[in-house]
């Protein structure tokens, strides 16, 4: 420090050893007194370092989170959809049946069997019977996506929760270790 203030005397064409002396003392004293606070410039931006490592860490905790909950919501959006959809395939397979079912009767009636028994009575029994099955099986198909997109979206949400949780735990390990580092600085 002396050789400094001499320096900086000696440029400025300070007087001698007097200004030198007077310069060395309030430069010692400029850099005590912080130190004899516990302030320093190193503690200052060890500790900015800790709070922006914190701030990172809860950031990236809630961005993490942001889109798990997106995924979560995109996963409740299709639940509507796959009820369209099942809606859908239900009416298809009514139509298709309908449609076979005109065509045997149209079929019956042009040979001259009586459609109010017998086998044509019988084989339209089967195509709504095989009508039931479709549309049973399409629903329980139905209710099985629904109940994964249902899981799926609450998995994503517990995940998110859990993001959070995980950030705030990072930041927190964070501020400790950054001030237990600071602290055994002095």
Known sequence: MELAASFVTSIFGGGGAAAAGAATGAVTTGVAAPAATGFSLSSLLQGTATVLGMVQSINAGNADAEALNAAADDAAREVPLETLQGI???????????????????????????????????????????????????????????????????????????AKRSAMFDAAMIGFKGATSIADGY
């Open 88 to 162: 859908t395939r239900r009416t298809a397979l009514k139509k298709e049946a309908m449609d076979s079912i005109a065509q045997q009767d149209v079929a019956y009636a042009a040979s001259g069997v009586d459609l109010s028994f017998g086998t044509p009575m019988q084989a339209r029994k089967d195509a709504f019977r095989q009508l039931d099955l479709g549309i049973t099986s399409d629903v329980g198909t139905e209710q099985t996506r629904i109940g994964r997109l249902q899981e799926r979206e609450a998995e994503y949400r517990k995940r998110a929760s859990r």
